[in-house]
């Protein structure tokens, strides 16, 4: 049985990668705007991997017979000046939820509850992938410029993003 308060602290995270979903879908909004279908696939795409960590989140609480709870959501940014500072924006929500799961980690090693650090040895994975993701293509963007035909270039290959959930042997898929 997991202590109250990490049940409270997953709870809450369930509602930050739900946020996340919410957050990506308000930036692909803004890249189909802008005409750049394929940055918009991309943050698509990216909200479907976060609804997965949700669920991946929401899986272990019900194997481990605790009770969910489903939080309200914050509006998100819709406001962007460019598609750099989308991604910056983006790397900086991807930063805090970093913070957010060595929190978790920091709990469940106090508490010595070993299924719940297995289940977040995952998500540390999960995020350094995720930031190395958007630290690259903020580079990407840096290079470019205002090149448009590098802008093009860039827009072609994010569509051809698909979302594929993640493989794994620990016990919440
Ligand atoms: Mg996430």
Redesign the pocket.
């Known amino acids: 049985m997991l202590s109250q308060n990490l049940i409270s602290e997953v709870n809450t995270q369930i509602k930050y ?1 739900l946020y ?1 979903a919410h957050l990506y879908i308000a930036m692909a909004a803004y890249c189909d705007y802008e005409n750049l279908e394929g940055f918009a696939n991309f943050f698509r795409v990216q909200a479907e ?2 609804k997965f ?1 949700a669920i991946k989140f929401y899986n272990f609480l019900n194997q481990m017979g605790s009770r969910i709870i489903i939080y309200g959501l914050d509006e998100p940014e819709n406001n962007f000046s460019s598609i750099l500072d989308v991604f910056e924006k983006s790397l900086a929500h991807e930063n805090f ?1 970093t913070k957010r799961i060595y929190q978790l980690m920091d709990i469940a090693s106090e508490e010595k509850e070993y299924a719940t650090i297995s289940l977040l040895k995952w998500f540390i994975d ?1 995020q350094v992938e ?1 930031e190395n993701n958007f630290t690259g293509i903020i580079q990407k963007l840096k290079r470019i410029n205002n090149d448009s035909a590098s802008l093009y270039m860039l827009d072609k290959e994010l569509g051809l993003r698909v979302f594929t959930p993640p493989t794994t042997t620990t016990q919440a898929q």
Do not use: A, G, K, L
Request: glycine residues 0%; aromatic residues 0%.
């Open positions: 990668e996340s991997e976060e960590h939820v999960e995720e």
